[in-house]
C-alpha cells in the first residue's frame, strides 16, 4: 500500500492526473483523494527532494493505492501527468503527518473511479442464471 501526494495549479488538473493513473499506470485506489493543505504539500516534497520548488501549489490531494511503493513509482513514471505526482514512502518523516492528516480531511470532490464496480463481465450464454466472468484488470473501487 503506497501513499500518493498530488499537488498542482487546478482541481481538474489534479482530477486528470488521479484518472491517469488509474486508467495508464493501473494503479488502484483504495481510499477517497483527500484535500490536503497546499502549503502542507509544498513544505513535504521539498523535504522528501531536499530543494526548493520552482513554482508553489494552488491544491493538493493524497490517497492511497494498492500497489505497493515501488510498484507505484514505477507506474508513475510511465505516465506524464498534468501535476506534480510523488509516492511519499513511510521512509520519509512527513509520511506518518500526512497520514493523520487525511484521517480528518475532507474528499476531494468531483472524481469518481472508472474501473468496475462489480465482479466484471456478464456471461450471458447460461440460460437463466447470470455469471461473472472474472477479470484481473476490472478492479472494484472500495468506497
Known amino acids: 500500500m503506497a501513499l500518493i501526494l498530488i499537488r498542482g495549479e487546478t482541481n481538474s488538473k489534479l482530477l486528470n492526473a ?21 502549503k502542507f504539500a509544498d513544505s513535504l516534497v521539498e523535504k522528501i527532494l531536499n530543494s526548493k520548488l520552482r513554482t508553489k501549489s494552488k491544491v493538493a490531494t493524497a490517497f492511497f493505492v494498492k500497489e505497493d511503493t515501488t510498484l507505484s ?16 514512502s513511510d ?25 468496475a464496480k462489480n465482479d466484471g463481465l456478464i456471461d450471458y450464454s447460461i440460460k437463466g442464471k447470470k455469471r461473472h ?3 484481473e484488470k476490472l478492479n472494484s473501487y472500495i468506497k
Open 73 to 88: 513509482i514505477m507506474q508513475v513514471k510511465k505516465i506524464h501527468p498534468p501535476a506534480h505526482v510523488v509516492v511519499v
Open 18 to 38: 488521479i484518472a491517469d493513473m488509474e486508467r495508464h499506470g493501473n494503479l488502484n485506489l483504495i481510499t477517497k483523494p483527500k484535500v490536503v493543505d497546499s
Open 133 to 135: 466472468v472474472k477479470n
Open 91 to 115: 521512509e520519509y518523516e512527513g509520511y506518518h503527518k500526512l497520514k493523520k492528516l487525511l484521517d480528518n480531511a475532507k474528499v476531494f470532490q468531483g472524481y469518481y473511479s472508472h474501473k
